[in-house]
């Protein structure tokens, strides 16, 4: 069900006294339940809104928050072997319907996007990717000068698949869907089609495809290329539980992949030790399938009350498919950005060749964004 601009405010303002029995109330008590959970337990700092790093707004939900509590004990002691990894492993392959071989866990999925340059990129093996983009494979790429090749979005600024598989051949291709900072997304056929073509004429390259934003996109909008990365030895996804899952301070991600592909990644750099409570947490969060629908849901909501009042503002905002948006501001994002701190809200860095114009905005929970969205109104008008 879609909210209404003034539905998501009434919403707000009617809360947990609203006497109507709709989903739109309902709705808003869990979420209004979850800000207070999370504003008790201090997610938000120093008084100054973060709307800056794509975090969740909102954290776990009650069953991971639950499963972290009630894992809390002396137990803790005994890491060596950390009760619950394997479990964490097994489940991720179970839900994938693949082998563990194929499920590289790590603290975060950084450290993967991290070794995946140094095992597939060096001497003569180039770093493509579009920009902007999420960019810690770049800077791994620049920092042990290996060679790099950055590419234009599509007007609509989305990832050129077209462009990227003309790169070809290289080290590795790096393809995030949905799209960090963009929130664009590419639906199945058109992964389909870039990765075939990658893959026909130069199955030597790597692609890495990042689905950390994928539990936000709208339903039917994309699929994971898991299949894709099971059929092709030179084909990796990357998962995070620190977007939907609320996960982030607990560092856990994941790679999906043929075995001697996960194996290379492993072997080039460090994944971490994934410790007792976050693997715990994960375990939950992964299985609480109810639980990231309506994280979906909500975030989704609120992503259309913020995306409808910029363009009443008159900023182009494209369709976004994760926990921020990329607006259109019409100025310097770093001058936009000194105005909301002003105001003691925090919002996305630059987002090079784009920081002229655009700046992105992580989503905050529905109490934050009503507040939000006047101070951009103040800023912007
Ligand atoms: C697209 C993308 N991939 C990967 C990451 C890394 O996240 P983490 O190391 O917390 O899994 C981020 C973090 O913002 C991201 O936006």
């Known amino acids: ?29 869990k979420a209004q339940a979850q800000t207070v959970e999370a504003h008790k337990t201090g997610i938000y ?3 100054v809104m973060q709307l800056n790093q794509n975090e969740s707004a909102r954290g776990p939900g ?37 082998g563990t071989e194929n499920v590289q866990l790590a603290t975060g999925s950084t450290p993967l996007l991290q070794g995946s340059v140094r095992a597939f990129c060096g001497e003569g093996k180039k770093f493509v990717t579009p920009m902007p983009t999420y960019s810690t494979s770049l800077s791994t790429a620049r920092s042990l000068g290996i060679e790099t090749v950055e590419l234009d979005l599509t007007r609509g600024l989305a990832v050129d698949l077209d462009t990227l598989a003309d790169n070809a051949p290289a080290g590795m291709l790096y393809l995030c869907n949905p799209n960090n900072p963009t929130g664009t997304v590419h639906g199945p056929d058109a992964v389909e089609g870039f990765v075939r073509r990658v ?27 898991l299949p894709l990365a099971l059929e092709f030895e030179n084909v990796f996804i990357t998962r995070s ?93 770093a001058e936009f950005r000194a105005a909301c701190l002003e105001e003691k809200i925090l919002v996305g860095r630059d987002f ?11 989503l905050g929970s529905r109490e934050e964004m009503q507040k939000a969205v006047e101070v951009f ?5």
């Open 1 to 29: 069900m879609k909210t209404t601009r003034r539905g998501f405010v009434g919403t707000l303002a009617l809360g947990a006294a609203a006497s109507a029995v709709s989903s739109a109330t309902l709705f808003g008590r």
């Open 377 to 381: 109104r103040k800023v912007l008008s």
């Open 241 to 333: 539980f620190s977007k939907a899952h609320g996960l982030a301070g607990m560092r856990i991600g994941y790679a999906l992949g043929q075995e001697q592909t996960l194996s290379a990644i492993r072997r080039a750099w460090g994944m971490g030790d994934v410790n007792m409570l976050g693997a715990v947490a994960a375990l939950t969060a992964l299985n609480d399938k109810e639980h990231i629908e309506w994280e979906r849901q909500e975030n989704a909501e609120i992503r259309d009350y913020v995306v409808g009042a910029f363009r009443e503002m008159g900023c182009e905002v494209p369709d976004s498919h994760t926990n921020h948006i990329f607006v259109n501001i019409g100025r310097p994002a």
């Open 352 to 362: 090079p060749p784009l920081e002229q114009s655009h700046c992105r905005i992580s």
């Open 199 to 225: 893959m026909r004429d130069h199955p030597d390259t790597m692609i890495h495809i990042d689905e950390a934003y994928i539990n936000y996109a709208d339903p039917g909008a994309m699929e994971t290329a």
């Open 45 to 47: 700092d120093g008084g």
């Open 62 to 98: 009650p069953n991971t928050m639950q499963a972290i509590h009630t894992h809390t004990t002396k137990r803790v002691g005994r890491g060596y072997s950390p009760d619950h990894v394997n479990e964490l492993r097994q489940s991720l392959a179970d839900n994938y319907n693949v």
